[in-house]
């Protein structure tokens, strides 16, 4: 009873956001889509309550439309159809392009206020904190605004303030967005089929991350990790002791345009060099590291002097496992070589299911995908216009990829549209064919096979570990029946003579299988005790045991596949 109280009084409480959001989707022409006039009963929304349809609005596409119902509905809003642009499975290109374009049309707040987020969070008054502090503010979104500020040693720094009290709003924006997409669970099957609820509880754990601004401080060390070494990137310093949930404050870097040539001549920076760097740098982040930038858009990206591109904003982040990217880069190279089954087997892969429903209808369709769009020299294939035709081959195929492979796609193909403004005749596919051949090459490499060798060995290892007091729980659950094991055996014309075979054949192959496993775990073993003598850097005996243990598995599965399938 207490329960349903709360939720009646909840509800009481979001009406007026719900009438505002029904008001503007009203306004834009989306009345139809959320099925409004049933919504309209339960919230007691009077027909003349709703506003005129904007004339000049409706005549605008679609697309135009909800971009722009978006921007008006505030900031939740504007952060839901900015992480639907990177899930190109579920907004075609049009939509993808004007989503592309949402802009956070919030007001700032005080510098005054700001300071008492920071004195609050920090626990130090802006005072002690720094010798300057711009209350003038130097950018301004949905979740917070960024202040300039210079430190008592004189580094100049950014510091992004939490707008104040966004975390109820957005909390209760998303419980109203639920509400919405349980809705049109039940009132449009067309739009059901996307599963809103689940896309919904994705946004909303994607949203409360970025609220959280330690995660992007983490992110930004970590990435900076991964290019300590590199000369071709700069990533912002975090201080640590300036930072919190609610405040994350940086080294405070500037330069010149990524995407306008005529700025970087004048400052002595070659355009094609700095599209190629871009490019490379994008490709290693995906293929070497796996962990990349998922927004590198203009405005998250600066030109340093001698061409060193700078990066920041790193709350929306990707990561491909080792074995997601070795999946894309076959799909890379099977393009490249027009190899129309390693492309299908590379999109499988990356798949949710992994399964196909229709594998030949699949094949004809990458085929008849191949020859539209790969028949030209791979100087002139355009990436992410064969990666949007690619996707609505998957639409098609109703084959549900992989979250991080959207968020892959969209951060090569804003690199690559990038590197085309600067320089039109940036060959971005041949760029990126050596790193994922590169890839796909060392997976091939003794140390890399050795590495397998070793986790299968430990893996291995735990297993026997374990196996005697299984074995031995097990058998005193058989003494005292608390095991029940269900036996049939159809007696044959010749007696018992066929299962006492089948037995023989059973326990045979079994111990023979773990004589192999033991002999591949003792080899493995004796390759990285360094035993003289030595053949490629390691020990002979290991190596002949590792032969012999590979042999041994291979007539096995030889044997089991001849006499009744693996």
Known sequence: MISHIHSALEFSAQVPRYTEILKVLFKYGFSDVLKLAALQGVMGIEATEMPEHDSGSLAKPPEERLRLALEELGPTFVKLGQILSSRRDLVNGDYYNELCKLQDKVPTFSGKEAKQIFEKEIGVSVRKAFAEFDEEPMAGASIAQVHRATTHEGAVVAVKI????????????????????????????????????????????????????????????????????????????????????????????????????????????????????????????????????????????????????????????????????????????????????????????????????????????????????????????????????????????RLRMKGSFYLGIKALSQIEAIGREINPDLDFVVIGKPYASKLLEAKYRPDHLLHILKKISSTSLDILDDLPGDVRMLWQGLRRGEIDIPLQHKIDSKGFEPLRKTLNTTFNRLGNAILAAAVLICSSILIHSELPPKVWGMPVIGLAGLLWGIWMCFRHAMSTRRSDGL
């Open 162 to 397: 939490q707008r104040p009290d966004i975390q109820p709003l957005i909390e209760r924006d998303l419980s109203i967005l639920h509400d919405l997409a349980s809705l049109l669970e039940k009132h449009a099957p067309d739009l059901a089929a996307i599963n809103p609820v689940g896309v919904v509880k994705e946004f909303s754990e994607t949203l409360q991350k970025e609220l959280d601004f330690t995660n992007e401080a983490d992110n930004t060390e970590r990435f900076a990790q991964q290019f300590e070494a590199a000369k071709a990137i700069s990533v912002p310093a975090v201080l640590r002791e300036f930072s919190s949930k609610k405040i994350l404050t940086m080294e405070f870097i500037s330069g010149y345009p990524v995407n306008d040539p005529k700025v970087l001549r004048r400052h002595h920076i070659d355009p094609v060099l700095l599209s190629e760097s871009i490019s490379k740098l994008i490709f290693e982040q995906i293929f070497v590291h796996g962990f990349f930038h998922g927004d590198p858009h203009p405005g998250n990206m600066t030109v340093l002097h001698r061409g060193v591109v700078g990066l920041y904003d790193f709350g929306m982040m990707g990561e491909f496992s080792m074995g997601f990217r070795s999946s894309v880069a076959n799909l890379i190279a099977g393009l490249a070589e027009k190899d129309n089954r390693q492309v299908m087997s590379a999109l499988v892969d990356m798949s949710e299911t992994g399964t196909l429903v229709d594998p030949e209808k699949m094949l004809r369709d990458v085929e008849e995908f191949s020859s539209k769009n790969l028949t030209k020299p791979l100087s002139q294939i355009h990436l992410s216009a064969v990666f949007n035709n690619l996707l609505e081959l998957l639409r098609e195929q």
